[in-house]
């Protein structure tokens, strides 16, 4: 319910700004503009840039020969996410790498960390170049931790020294304190910043996954426009990462795949940011005072989004001309999002189970309208968001481990249990020995969370057939978009080769099949 209303929320503010908009666009600004950074200075100070020049050499080399590893193994993968009650394929493929038995949920998907090598975990991968691609997006994990730990400690110094010359300012100002209480007031300022940074900076900088991202332009179907500046194509839409511990920060590492045929426009004629180069672009939330930055992305530039930053501001991804990856490390919210939190929450609701040591039998050991209902919500949040949300992504994880297929059966096993918990609710409350009272509390709460459950696994029924479809969509798209480029290189080796215009059937094929992709 409260997702559903944020949405609509959401949804309110993005028709308003677009109202107030018409047919208007608002200013952004790109290092060619005069105020570019003062901007940056004023508004989005909180985001960090590190180009690519300021990272290790052999860091890089790690991290984009893992990036090709993956995409040779196939294992990116389109999303299919839900907006507003509908079904959506991303334009970006995605795979998602970190901590074991972690997660992270996305617009009502929930992705499966391939793990990372860790200690004291047995990790089986299905190539040693896989095992090479987790290992050294771990190493990325580390310095992106210690480089967000030194630009957080930078910042707060910083804003400890305004601190302390606005006291001082105060203090020539003031003549009624004494000279030793405004430096006493000044050192104790400081020192509860530094302690309560202290406390927390460990929690909002320790990344434990990293969504890794993949997208060639060129291949794409159709990519929205940016509908409230006018920056042009989107890989990305505007949008707030989800699921984050508050205040943590987002580190990003992008690798454009940038080719020599891929031309930089000339800045000087240029007005606005330049189509042919990646940037991420900035706004402050539902804002049309402040310009938006666009900020262009090379091989192996890093930025850096710091403190509440994802919570004020929104950010997207314009899309380049040339095939781009990124590695996008967050501290995710695993507060309901562990494999260990998930089992955790089965032997909870199974501590209602008994077994009679002499027949066997199972039975319920209460009917209270509390234990029932937390043993059926633990039902309905094992098959919704752990069962049904690994397997309707298919056998994807299998390219690279087959780490989580043991912990799925568990719980496999444990909903087993919970489906017959379920129906000895039902036996027992026909039954005419319970208090009338108590047994209507039970059956009003228990089919409260049978409907809920019937309706989930109707819309559930509905989203593996389209994502069926999407899957029979893609190989079909692949297929076509290979027989095109087979027709478009014969038809220009043949114009090479006899100087001759191909024929007008074949490119006619080959027109029809370049609009069908």
Aim: glycine letters at 4%; hydrophobic letters at 35%; proline letters at 3%.
């Amino acid at each position: 319910m409260k997702r559903r209303a944020g949405e609509r929320e959401k949804e309110l503010k993005k028709k308003k700004l677009l109202e107030e908009l018409g047919e208007n666009r608002l200013p952004y600004l790109t290092p060619a503009d005069a105020d570019f950074h003062q901007l940056w200075k004023s508004k989005y100070s909180k985001l960090i840039f590190r180009k690519s020049d300021t990272v290790p050499e052999d860091l890089h080399q790690m991290v984009q020969e893992s990036f090709l590893a993956l995409r040779e193994h196939n294992c990116f993968f389109q999303d299919l996410v839900r907006i507003k009650g509908k079904d959506f394929l991303t334009p970006v493929s995605r795979i998602l790498i970190g901590n074991p038995g972690c997660t992270y949920k996305y617009l009502n998907t929930r992705l499966f960390t391939v793990p990372w090598p860790t200690e004291s975990y047995d990790i089986k991968y299905c190539s040693p170049q896989i095992h090479d691609a987790c290992k050294a997006l771990k190493r990325l994990n580390d310095y992106l931790h210690i480089e967000t730990v030194q630009a957080l400690q930078g910042q707060n110094l910083l804003e400890n020294k305004e601190i302390k010359d606005t006291t001082v300012i105060d203090r020539k100002q003031s003549f009624a304190a004494s000279l030793t209480e405004q430096e006493s007031v000044s050192k104790d300022q400081s020192s509860v910043c530094v302690s309560e940074d202290d406390r927390s900076i460990k929690n909002r900088t320790s990344y434990n996954l990293t969504l890794l991202n993949y997208m060639d332009p060129l291949q794409m179907l159709y990519l929205k426009q940016e509908p409230y500046f006018g920056m042009g194509s989107m890989a990305v839409s505007w949008h707030h990462d989800e699921n984050l511990v508050g205040r943590s920060a987002v580190a990003v590492y992008s690798y454009s795949c940038e080719d020599s045929s891929v031309q930089e426009s000339n800045e000087q004629e240029l007005k606005g940011r330049d189509p042919a180069v990646w940037h991420v672009g900035l706004k402050v939330a539902w804002d049309i005072e402040t310009p938006g930055l666009a900020v262009p992305l090379h091989q192996g530039d890093i930025y850096l989004m710091l403190d509440d930053l994802n919570m004020t501001h929104q950010h997207c991804v314009l899309a380049g001309l040339s095939p781009r990856f990124s590695s996008t490390h967050r501290v995710a919210d695993c507060s309901r999002g562990t494999l260990e939190y998930i089992l955790g929450q089965c032997e909870l609701a199974l501590q209602n189970l008994q077994t009679d040591s002499d027949s066997m039998v199972l039975s319920l050991k209460s009917l209270e309208a509390a234990v029932v209902k937390q043993a059926e919500e633990i039902h309905n949040e094992v098959e919704f968001e752990w069962l049904r949300q690994f397997w309707f992504q298919g056998k994807r994880y299998l390219k690279c481990t087959d780490w989580w297929l043991k912990p799925m059966a568990k719980l496999e096993e444990f909903w087993r249990k919970m489906e017959i918990m379920t129906s000895l609710v039902l036996s027992e409350v026909r039954k005419e020995q319970q208090i009338e009272e108590q047994r209507n509390e039970t059956i009003s709460c228990f089919l409260l969370l049978l409907k809920e459950r019937q309706k989930l696994r109707k819309e559930w029924t509905a989203r593996f057939f389209i994502a069926d479809y999407c899957s029979m969509f893609l190989l079909c798209l692949a297929q076509c978009q290979n027989y095109a480029s087979q027709m478009q290189q014969r038809a220009c080796q043949r114009t090479r080769d006899q100087n001759a215009i191909p024929s007008g059937q074949m490119m006619m094929n080959v027109i029809c099949l370049c609009h069908m992709i």
